[in-house]
């Protein structure tokens, strides 16, 4: 995966370099091998959780942590919410932060002891962490939506902010997750 990316960026910054001259290089450039990163590039730890046996166990689990993260973290910060996280999101509370940890701590400590045989705090572990860096891809997709002066970033899930919307979460707690479940099982 990594050959991979480093040979696609190569061949993005040579494109770039032959199509539009000097101005803009480096945004441009930036701006291509920042999205063949994220999300393409992190995409591929899709295959390695799904690599071994229980692969289809750890996806679900990893999804599973994830989605808990936002729906933990909307119906916290709807019934609680008074405190602002941030102003990158102003709709973010602490009470909705910890909400997700609640959530996602409870999902992650169930399905890694229900589907994989680990314990109790490898779960919790990764439910906490997971719910950590879902809001922090929030945070990220809120920040490159400012930058890109748009509110959102398709119209394919109406209400929901986009496609990405859905996806910023998962993005960032994928790789952690991955590690996590390699290093445990």
């Not at 050959?3 to 290089?25: E, H, K, N, Q, Y």
């Amino acid at each position: 995966m990594l050959a991979a990316f480093a040979v696609f960026a190569f061949v993005l910054l040579i494109w770039r370099m032959f199509s539009a001259g000097t101005d803009g290089f480096v945004r441009d450039a930036s701006a291509s091998v920042f999205t063949l990163f994220y999300p393409a590039m992190l995409s591929g730890f899709v295959a390695l959780l799904l690599k071994p046996d229980d692969g289809s166990h750890r996806v679900l689990i990893f999804i599973a942590v994830t989605v808990a993260s936002d729906i933990g973290g909307y119906v916290a910060g709807v019934l609680f919410g008074r405190h602002q996280l941030t102003a990158i999101s102003p709709k973010k509370t602490w009470e909705g932060l910890a909400g997700s940890l609640i959530a996602c701590t409870v999902i992650g400590a169930w399905l890694v002891t229900w589907l994989l045989g680990g314990e109790l705090w490898q779960g919790a572990l990764m439910g906490a962490l997971g719910a950590l860096l879902a809001t922090v891809g929030d945070l990220i997709e809120s920040m490159i939506k400012r930058d890109l002066g748009i509110k959102d970033l398709g119209t394919i899930l109406p209400g929901h902010g986009g496609l990405m919307d859905r996806l910023d979460s998962l993005v960032t707690t994928l790789v952690p997750v991955w590690l996590l479940m390699t290093l445990f099982f």
